[in-house]
């Protein structure tokens, strides 16, 4: 069956731009979750959705961050006035419930690039 | 709060000989641990979690890891490598703070004919 797919696979944006980034997750998933992975480094906690709304967003770094899944599938996070520092490979993953070890499929990421 | 400590960021390894890649994790509650490959240019695999149970851990494509609570670690073992096993490899950890995921830093695995 269909994987959890990231659209664009690639963004090459200015300082100072706003971008969305897409997650369609595995269909039936409930739970949906935004990591940021960053040249050499592990994947790093954004945000996560339980449905509709934001179950934990402690790992948003700052209010230019923001997501959203109004329907409970598809994810959309948006990043306003970007920083050079915000170039980072975004992976976005799914899970079919919130429950303790859950297994959570990963897609294969929108590798943003700040100029 | 929990992290994860991957040791090594690189293990250069002939083909056909085994590997281990050294994971230590902290955490004041219970935890759950995983760990994931990144082959080049795509997303995150599960290899094998552990939740309860028996310590070891069997995954896919021949992986295994033992989870030691006393010495709080999860090293990944194969006995034998392939050279499509080069990639990277990560170590997670969820349970203190919901199901979200904490990683290790990766080791990077090159398999050398």
């Known amino acids: 069956g269909a994987g959890v797919s990231q659209t664009p696979s690639n963004k090459v944006t200015e300082k100072g731009k706003y971008v969305e980034l897409r997650c369609d997750p595995i269909s039936g998933h409930t739970a949906l979750y935004w990591y940021r992975q960053s040249l050499g480094q592990g994947p790093e906690f954004l945000i996560y959705?339980?449905?509709?709304?934001?179950?934990?967003d402690s790992g948003l770094p700052n209010d230019r961050f923001f997501a959203v899944r109004p329907e409970g599938s598809v994810s959309t996070l948006k990043i306003q006035r970007t920083e050079r520092g915000d170039s980072a490979v975004y992976l976005c993953?799914?899970?079919?419930?919130?429950?303790?070890?859950?297994?959570?499929?990963f897609g294969p990421g929108t590798r943003l690039l700040v100029l | 709060a929990q992290s994860v400590t991957q040791l090594d960021s690189q293990v250069p390894v002939f083909e056909e000989a085994p590997v281990e890649l050294r994971c230590n994790y902290s955490?004041?509650?219970?935890?759950?641990l995983f760990w994931y490959v990144q082959y080049p240019n795509q997303g995150l695999q599960l290899l094998l979690k552990?939740?309860?149970?028996?310590?070891l851990v069997k995954g896919i494509n021949g992986f295994e890891a033992e989870f030691n609570k006393s010495q709080t670690s999860f090293h990944l073992r194969k006995p034998s490598v392939h050279i499509s096993d080069t990639a990277e490899y990560f170590c997670a950890v969820s349970g203190a703070a919901g199901n979200k995921l904490t990683f290790g830093g990766g080791t990077r695995v090159l398999v050398k004919p």
């Open positions: 552990y939740l309860s149970g028996s310590t």
């Open positions: 993953a799914s899970s079919l419930m919130d429950g303790h070890g859950e297994t959570q499929y």
């Open positions: 955490s004041s509650v219970s935890v759950y």
């Open positions: 959705f339980q449905g509709t709304g934001a179950a934990d």
